[in-house]
């Protein structure tokens, strides 16, 4: 996996950034609106100074390759959903093929951090949806099995087609990205009406839209946005973009900050009993979704 267009040894790499960028004592409360709104922008540089090389290089290229035109042609390419016709396990079990060598301390598996991510939802308490979304929410990365190159598939998203927000992580990357010497794409608004809704605009491609395309008619709303947007890390955490969001969306991103604690934190060393689980999570994923799935 590790080459000149995948600098990480792993998926895994890019969490651990998100981990020591936005620690797990800043983290936010359903009710918030953002967190730490004080928060300056120069702890975000101690960040980028103190990030690995193939960390930053990953947003180098991330930041240098996706573009308005990018995204698009990835939406064209990825979401007429004709590549494969699968059952969530089966994605899960395909998933789970990804190996991740970024992590020598551990030898969990991509299917035991999602069923760690479940299960921490499922023990506070929260609705089916809720705990199904955690368990399903990165399945999109299987695009890396298709062969498209990690910063295609995860990082933190943004809208493209108007102004990068100075609260992304490495903002000056954007420099070299081909749209920054666009003027239609570099106003505030863009390419987009003020309070247009997130719905119309889109964000750079990765995990987040693709999973959400293949389970959109399946699952309420709140489970929807949370698979969405979770790596939406300028808005979510940072409460940036929020001319762009509708009613709708101000109102569904309390799901998706309830949601981010789970998928950021809840990773621990003690692999989940699949046997036991099962069961469980056969029923939940009988309840939601049909047998066959396209992808
Ligand atoms: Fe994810």
């Not at 940036?240 to 109102?251: G, K």
Request: glycine fraction near 4%.
């Amino acid at each position: 996996m590790n080459d000149t267009n995948n600098p990480l040894a792993g998926l895994e790499e890019w969490e651990d950034f998100l981990k020591e960028r936005y620690p797990e004592a800043d983290a936010p409360t359903a009710t918030a609106t953002t967190t730490n709104p004080a928060k300056k922008k120069e702890e975000f540089r101690n960040y980028e100074a103190d990030a690995r090389p193939s960390v930053r290089e990953f947003y180098r290229l991330n930041h240098r390759h996706q573009t308005y035109e990018f995204s698009q042609a990835k939406r064209k390419e990825f979401l007429g959903l004709n590549r494969r016709q699968m059952s969530v396990w089966e994605a899960l079990e395909y998933l789970n093929t990804l190996v991740d060598d970024s992590d020598p301390d551990t030898d969990l598996s991509q299917l035991d951090h999602l069923l760690q991510t479940a299960e921490q939802i499922r023990h506070d308490g929260h609705p089916r949806w809720f705990i199904l979304a955690g368990l399903i929410h990165d399945l999109g990365k299987i695009l890396c099995l298709y062969g498209e190159p990690q910063w295609a598939v995860v990082g933190d998203t943004f809208p493209v087609g108007c102004a990068w927000s100075d609260r992304i992580v490495f903002h000056k990357f954007f420099t070299d990205n081909p749209d920054f010497g666009q003027p239609r794409f570099q106003s505030r608004l863009g390419v987009y009406q003020e309070h247009c809704g997130l719905d119309k605009v889109a964000l750079s491609w990765g995990h987040d839209e693709y999973l959400y395309h293949v389970v959109k008619d399946y699952l309420p709303p709140e489970a929807l946005y949370m698979i969405r947007y979770h790596s939406f890390y300028p808005a979510h955490r940072d409460g940036e973009y929020a001319y762009l969001m509708n009613d709708q969306d101000r109102e569904m991103f309390k799901w998706v900050r309830a949601f981010n604690p789970y998928d950021l934190y809840t990773k621990s060393h003690q692999r989940p009993n699949l046997a036991e689980l099962r069961p469980f999570y056969d029923d939940l994923i009988k309840e939601y979704f049909p047998p066959a799935l396209r992808w």
